[in-house]
Every structure is written in C-alpha cells, then in structure tokens.
C-alpha cells in the first residue's frame, strides 16, 4: 500500500503566486521520502495540504487510502507532524505540554505510561519537568517529535528537522528519526539539507519553484551529485609505505597524492568506510577523513550554485 498518493498537485496563494505546481508522487509505505529543496520551494505548502491545513487549488491527494481533504478526519489520528518550529507552552513543563497534547488527541488510555515512554524515546529522560522555555531548539525538536508520536502514527511528516541545529544536535535528531523508521513508520520528510537525505532517506524528491522532480533511490542521487570521481582527504598521524600500499589496494583508487594525503577514488556507495578500515587495518591512526568536495559541495555546484 502507498502511504502517500499525490496526482497533479498544485497550490496558488492569492492567484498569482504558484507555490505547487502539478505534483505527483507516491510514497509507499515504510519508505523514508525526502523531499528536497531550497527555501521557498514549495515544501511547506505540500506538507500543508497533506495535513489538511490548507486546501488544493487543483490535484488529488490519498493518505493512507483515504481522499484529502475530504476523508481527513479518518486518518488524522494516524498521522504525526513535526513543524519547522515546534509551539509549545514556555511556562508548562515538558511533561505537562505532552499531557496537554495527549489530551487534545484523544490519548487517554495508559496517557502516563506512553509519554514515559516517549521522553525515552526522545532521549529527553531527565528533562520531564523542566520548563519547555528552558529547552534548547534540539531538545525542543525531540520533544516536538514525541508529541507526534503520541497518536503511534503510521506516517509521520517532518518540516525541516534539522533546520537551526548544530552538528551534534542535528545527529541527534537524525539518528531519532531513523529509528522510528527502522520500526516501521513512513516518513515523509522536507528539508533542504542533502546530509539529511543521504543519512536517513531511502527515496528522494527534488523540488524547485514548486515543481516536483521524479522520484530516485538516494543511492542513484547521491552518485549522480557526486559524479564518478571522489577525493578523500585524509590526516593520518603515522602514515607509512604499509598504510599507502593497503590505500593502494581498495578498488578504484586512481591516484593519491602524498602531501596532504588526498586520495582520487571512483565514487561509489561505502567508499569511506573501506578507505578507512584499510588504513585502520594498517595500523594507521586515523585523525580525519572528508570527502572533497562534501556532499553540500557538490550538490551546489550541481545546482549551479543556486540557492533559490
Ligand atoms: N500563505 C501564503 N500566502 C502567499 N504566499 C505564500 C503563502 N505561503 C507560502 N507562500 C509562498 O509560496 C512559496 C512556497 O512556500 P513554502 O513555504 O511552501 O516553501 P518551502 O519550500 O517550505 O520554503 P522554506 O524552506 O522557507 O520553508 C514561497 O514563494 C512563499 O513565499
Ligand atoms: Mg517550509
């Protein structure tokens, strides 16, 4: 079954502004789908109009085998939703916010046990009765994602998830999602972050002023961005002729360059890792290892350098 069915999708805002425009796309269910695209692109306005919270001006949409907007209310318990900007009570205690969330979305039975649970989840445990005005954004995200997972959603909808976070938080969170994923939930999440793509999504979209490209594994994107060839830079504190020759022996290698250790490797999915294990297998202390350029690299170049 297709968790998401979008066919000619479009949105105008007062007329003039075509914000989606003829959208089509499918996401069956336990996909982890990305929708990918620079700000202003559209995204929000879809994850709207799956929600219900504004109407199509043209197309057809079916959640979880219902019609959108029409049979919305059938599957709202269904689906969780994480905004860009979770909106919480400042003044209430995490615990309470979830309490008054449970509430509103009809979580009465065992209401105390599954918000136990989900601060778990979360990794926010320790941090129930601190005042949500306290919570740093990352923590405030988490918490935004276990009030979306109250209703246990088959399919959860996140806006920008990693937007405004730094590294560790954004691993964080990231690495949460992934999880609800591995059991079992779809996701459908918007971002414009191609890391979060590459870490988490199975499948992904590219969007741009409101159109929405075909559909592609991340596998065949991430290569298609990346082109054939990568360079590794890597900072091996006792490089030696023995970790060379094991560098030497990964298969692709085409050339390494000693000063400054940069490796051209032919692209393909895992490269990294192998490097590093044979130069760890080499007895090499490995202090780093980047990809040059990163990923965001070259899919801005990719995109010609536009942002927009
Ligand atoms: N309520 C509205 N009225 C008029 N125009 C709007 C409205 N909401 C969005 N737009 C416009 O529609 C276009 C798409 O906006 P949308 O928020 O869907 O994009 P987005 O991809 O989510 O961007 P972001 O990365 O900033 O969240 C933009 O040009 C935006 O200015
Ligand atoms: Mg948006």
């Given at each position: 079954?297709?968790?998401?069915?979008?066919?000619?999708?479009?949105?105008?805002y007062k007329k003039s502004v075509v914000a989606v425009e003829d959208a089509s796309?499918?996401?069956?269910?336990?996909?982890?789908?990305?929708?990918?695209?620079?700000?202003?692109?559209?995204?929000?306005?879809?994850?709207?109009?799956?929600?219900?919270?504004?109407?199509?001006?043209?197309?057809?949409?079916?959640?979880?085998?219902?019609?959108?907007?029409?049979?919305?209310?059938?599957?709202?318990?269904?689906?969780?939703?994480?905004?860009?900007?979770?909106?919480?009570?400042?003044?209430?205690?995490?615990?309470?916010?979830?309490?008054?969330?449970?509430?509103?979305?009809?979580?009465?039975?065992?209401?105390?046990?599954?918000?136990?649970?989900?601060?778990?989840?979360?990794?926010?445990?320790?941090?129930?009765?601190?005042?949500?005005?306290?919570?740093?954004?990352?923590?405030?995200?988490?918490?935004?994602?276990?009030?979306?997972?109250?209703?246990?959603?088959?399919?959860?909808?996140?806006?920008?998830?990693?937007?405004?976070?730094?590294?560790?938080?954004?691993?964080?969170?990231?690495?949460?999602?992934?999880?609800?994923?591995?059991?079992?939930?779809?996701?459908?999440?918007?971002?414009?972050?191609?890391?979060?793509?590459?870490?988490?999504?199975?499948?992904?979209?590219?969007?741009?002023?409101?159109?929405?490209?075909?559909?592609?594994?991340?596998?065949?994107?991430?290569?298609?961005?990346?082109?054939?060839?990568?360079?590794?830079?890597?900072?091996?504190?006792?490089?030696?002729?023995?970790?060379?020759?094991?560098?030497?022996?990964?298969?692709?290698?085409?050339?390494?360059?000693?000063?400054?250790?940069?490796?051209?490797?032919?692209?393909?999915?895992?490269?990294?890792?192998?490097?590093?294990?044979?130069?760890?297998?080499?007895?090499?202390?490995?202090?780093?290892?980047?990809?040059?350029?990163?990923?965001?690299?070259?899919?801005?170049?990719?995109m010609g350098g536009r942002t927009r």
């Amino acid at each position: 079954m297709n968790a998401i069915e979008v066919q000619g999708l479009t949105k105008r805002y007062k007329k003039s502004v075509v914000a989606v425009e003829d959208a089509s796309f499918t996401v069956p269910q336990g996909t982890a789908f990305g929708l990918l695209g620079p700000i202003g692109a559209g995204k929000s306005s879809i994850i709207n109009m799956l929600l219900n919270f504004i109407r199509p001006s043209a197309g057809t949409i079916k959640t979880l085998d219902r019609e959108i907007p029409a049979q919305f209310h059938e599957v709202r318990h269904r689906i969780g939703y994480l905004p860009e900007r979770p909106g919480f009570y400042g003044n209430f205690s995490a615990e309470r916010n979830l309490r008054f969330f449970a509430n509103l979305s009809d979580v009465r039975e065992e209401r105390e046990e599954k918000i136990k649970k989900l601060f778990k989840l979360a990794g926010l445990e320790g941090k129930e009765t601190t005042l949500v005005r306290a919570y740093s954004l990352g923590d405030r995200k988490r918490l935004g994602i276990a009030a979306a997972m109250l209703n246990e959603p088959e399919l959860l909808i996140l806006d920008e998830p990693s937007t405004g976070l730094d590294p560790q938080g954004r691993r964080d969170i990231m690495a949460l999602i992934h999880e609800l994923n591995v059991h079992d939930v779809t996701l459908f999440l918007a971002t414009h972050n191609v890391r979060d793509i590459a870490e988490i999504c199975d499948v992904v979209a590219t969007m741009r002023a409101g159109h929405v490209a075909a559909p592609t594994t991340t596998k065949d994107f991430v290569a298609d961005v990346r082109g054939k060839t990568v360079q590794l830079e890597a900072d091996i504190a006792n490089i030696n002729e023995r970790i060379l020759q094991a560098i030497r022996s990964v298969k692709g290698v085409k050339s390494i360059q000693c000063e400054g250790l940069k490796i051209s490797l032919e692209y393909r999915p895992g490269i990294n890792e192998d490097v590093n294990y044979v130069i760890t297998r080499a007895g090499g202390r490995l202090r780093s290892l980047h990809e040059s350029p990163s990923l965001e690299e070259a899919y801005v170049r990719k995109m010609g350098g536009r942002t927009r």
